[in-house]
């Protein structure tokens, strides 16, 4: 018999229409994940196959665990024969190299050629084992080994206890998006939950030199890093804001300096996310986290773009958030105390309930698309790649 790891899809087995554009996606992300370790792929509309060269399941699964698209996986062994008498004796084998007192069998046959159906088949395989095996029983509710029996046509194949995947759609299959990559906790977490729904991210980045320092900076790419993990790569584009930044502090009332920034900041988004063919720009605020957060501050800050704007985390509480970014191990690296261009320039009475109006009067006073044009033209680039190398490439 063969051992190998089998894939489950889950949710994207219900996509008719697409399903082959999915799966194939899937594949190309199992293929990038796994390409340091020898292993061959071969894929149906119910199953993907991943046979392996070396003895190395463990790093396999290890890395199956971060690719979206997988609802669970298996390791599993594939008989030689789809014979009665030689799928029970293969069986017995396999389940005698196993510790257990409680068991259940769980048989599922696609090949409705094969001659028994799966509660039959149950019932023989349950009785060939308590036959076999001292001291073990049946517990169809709560079994230690579970015995799953899959009874496909191109052959059958066993496995026991599964390991869940993290689910979601294959990175691609929506499309690209930019996300607002900063160094706090929210950003990089709205930025797993955008790819968990198939979306390929690019980041941006605002800097303010030499009000952020290069540790800021550099804390930006290990979380871009740390999001490679789940996007297979990472386009990193950084914006020198300072020049921005700076005339909106000497050119406009204090208390509209957020709501001016980040009306900036969305204008820029916008531009850098169509030079890129991103379809949305995905940021990390949540509602009413602070004073340009507000619902009247949002509506003021998004007239500026057309492009949709999704906040994977608009409704969740920062506990949620921190919960989430522990898990995919951004938050040690978020809490590091650097500073950020949002936290420069803090006026002390930020406006909660901005006015349209008044937004768009202070910033005519600033030549403001001359000096976005010279950010974005002057931009810099880092490809990050999932093998953690950093690269930089030249300005655009
Ligand atoms: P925190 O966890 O401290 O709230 P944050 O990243 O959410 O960090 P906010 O000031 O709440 O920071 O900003 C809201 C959103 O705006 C961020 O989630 C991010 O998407 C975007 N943003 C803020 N600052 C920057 C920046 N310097 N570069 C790129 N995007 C930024
Ligand atoms: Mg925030």
């Known amino acids: 018999m063969e051992k190998l790891v089998m894939i489950k899809y889950g949710e994207l087995s219900t996509k008719k229409d697409n399903i082959n554009f999915f799966l194939k996606q899937l594949k190309d992300n199992v293929s990038f994940a796994l390409k340091q370790m020898d292993v061959n792929i071969k ?10 060269n070396k003895d190395n399941f463990d790093e396999v699964c290890k890395a199956l665990k971060k690719i979206f698209g997988i609802y669970e996986f298996d390791v599993a062994y594939k ?6 008498e030689d799928i029970k004796k293969s069986v017995l084998e ?47 509710h709560n079994p230690e080994l579970l015995v799953n029996i899959e009874i496909r046509s191109d052959g059958v194949y066993v496995y026991f206890n599964s390991e869940k995947g993290i689910g979601g759609y294959p990175v691609g299959v929506a499309g690209k998006g930019l996300l607002m990559l900063s160094g706090g906790i929210d950003s990089p977490v709205a930025g797993y939950l955008a790819i968990k729904r198939g979306v390929k991210l690019e980041c941006l980045y605002f800097e303010s030199p030499p009000h952020t320092s ?11 890093k740390k999001l490679a993990v789940y996007n297979n790569n990472i386009k990193l584009h950084i914006i020198n804001f300072t020049e921005i930044q700076t005339t909106i502090y000497q050119n406009c009332p204090h208390e509209y300096l957020i709501t001016i920034m980040r009306r900036m900041m969305y204008r820029i988004s916008e531009i850098v996310a169509r030079n890129n063919r991103c379809k949305i720009i995905v940021n990390g605020e949540s509602i009413g986290q602070v004073a340009s957060q ?12 057309k492009i949709p704007v999704i906040r994977p985390v ?32 803090v006026p002390d009475h930020p406006v909660i309930n901005p006015e349209f109006a008044k937004a768009r009067e202070y910033e005519k006073l600033l030549p403001y698309e ?16 999932k093998d953690d190398k950093v690269e930089f490439s030249d300005l655009l």
């Open 214 to 224: 290069i540790e800021a900076k550099n804390k930006v790419i290990e979380l871009a």
């Open 370 to 385: 001359d000096l976005i044009y010279k950010a974005i033209k002057g931009h810099e680039i880092i490809n990050i790649t």
């Open 314 to 345: 608009a409704c969740f509480d920062k506990l949620e958030i921190i919960d989430i970014a522990k898990k995919i191990d951004t938050y040690e690296t978020s809490i590091l105390p650097y500073e950020d261009c949002c936290t420069i320039f």
């Open 94 to 140: 396999l389940v005698k190299k196993k510790e257990f007192t409680t068991f259940k069998v769980q048989t599922k046959r696609s090949d409705k050629k094969f001659p028994k159906e799966s509660m039959e088949f149950n019932r023989l395989m349950g009785g060939v084992i308590l036959k076999s095996i001292p001291n073990v029983r049946v517990d169809v």
């Open 294 to 305: 507000t619902l009247t501050s949002m509506n003021v800050i998004n007239e500026t773009v």
């Open 43 to 52: 894929f149906d509309k119910g199953r993907m196959f991943i046979t392996l």
């Open 79 to 84: 008989l030689d024969s789809k014979n009665e």
